[in-house]
Structures are given as C-alpha cells and as structure tokens.
C-alpha cells in the first residue's frame, strides 16, 4: 500500500515554463519533507512543512502543506535546466516512526 | 563532518551469491534506516534501527533479507542467496532524535545481479 501519491510520475517542460508536483495521502502526517535526487546520489532535503496550511518559499519554489496535513504542494515558478531531477515527498503518518515516500516526479526541464 | 557512509558503492554479482551491503550512519544519529529504490516501485523502506535496535521490518522482501546493526556506528545489509530481482540501489540512511525529521542518506551501494 502506497501512502503517499505523488503526481503527475513524469513532467517534461521547456525552460521557463512553471509547474506544479502534488503529493497526497489519505493518513494525516506530523510533517511532510520534500526532497530533490540527481542521477547516482541520494536524496537531498529541500523542506519541511509541519503546520497545516503552511507555505515556504525556497527561491523559485513554494511548498505548501494542506490544511488537514494529508497534502502538500510544490511549485516551481520559471524552471530552469538545473530544476531537473526526481522530486520525492516523505514523511511520518501520524503515530508511527516509519518514514516513507511518495511515488515521486521525475522532472525534466529542456533548454 | 562525514556524512553517512555506505560501501560498496557498486556491486555486480553472480545470481545464488551472498551480498553484504556496509552502512556507517552519522556518529549520534540514533536511527537508521534501510532503503531500495528501483525505477518500478520507487524509494521502498526496508527496515529501521533504534538505538542499533530492529524497530520495523515489514518492509524487507523476503526471507533472503537480513539486516543487523550490531552497534552504533555499523550496519549491514544481507542478501542471500542474491536473484536478479533484487538488482537496485540501496540507500541508508539516519537521523537523530530531537533534529525534526531530517534524514540524511549516503551515496547509495548500486546493486546488480546477473
């Protein structure tokens, strides 16, 4: 069972373009981490949203948390060739110490 | 300060072999996790260690997966006796208590078997 859905799987765009990558669950989480991955390394944290509702900007991106803490959003405004990689939610369902990840975005930005 | 540690990076090993992956987490870091990443089926948490302790295995495939953490500074992921399925990239990873939920990873032990 897949806890953490995150689409669309796979997002080809031209420089400049923006984009939106969701991440949803049906179990409420205490705080959700989005993460980038580059071939041949492992995931690099990019945020952590913990209240719901809440909104972080990072530069070009902007994570924000559902309100019942069971979604979260990022949004990248001009993307740019460095923006590609696999973008990866994670996060603790509510009462456990398991952490997991979503289905993750491949992302591909072209020049 | 040295992140977490896995060796080796690369393996390719005969179907039927016994494959040992190495993990040194962050010295402090109380947890550790185990994962396997494969294009079909994503980052997959495999098992995870508190305090060098096995909290949640539920996540490892099958009998041919054992993992251990006999102390704080050393883990080890085994496969044994290795198939072709189970060629993929294994992370660990750790954190620790009263960080948030930062997780940092290794590099990764890219597995194939042939």
Known sequence: TQLLEQSPQFLSIQEGENLTVYCNSSSV????????????????????????????????????????????????????PGDTGLYLCAGYPSGTYKYIFGTGTRLKVLA | DAGVIQSPRHEVTEMGQEVTLRCKPISGHDYLFWYRQTMMRGLELLIYFNNNVPIDDSGMPEDRFSAKMPNASFSTLKIQPSEPRDSAVYFCASRRTGSGNTIYFGEGSWLTVV
Request: net charge positive; hydrophobic share 35%; charged share 25%.
């Open chain 1, 29 to 80: 989480f205490s705080s959700l981490q989005w993460y980038r991955q580059e071939p041949g390394e492992g995931p690099v944290l990019l945020v952590t949203v913990v209240t719901g509702g809440e909104v972080k900007k990072l530069k070009r991106l902007t994570f924000q948390f559902g309100d019942a803490r069971k979604d979260s959003s990022l949004h990248i405004t001009a993307a740019q």
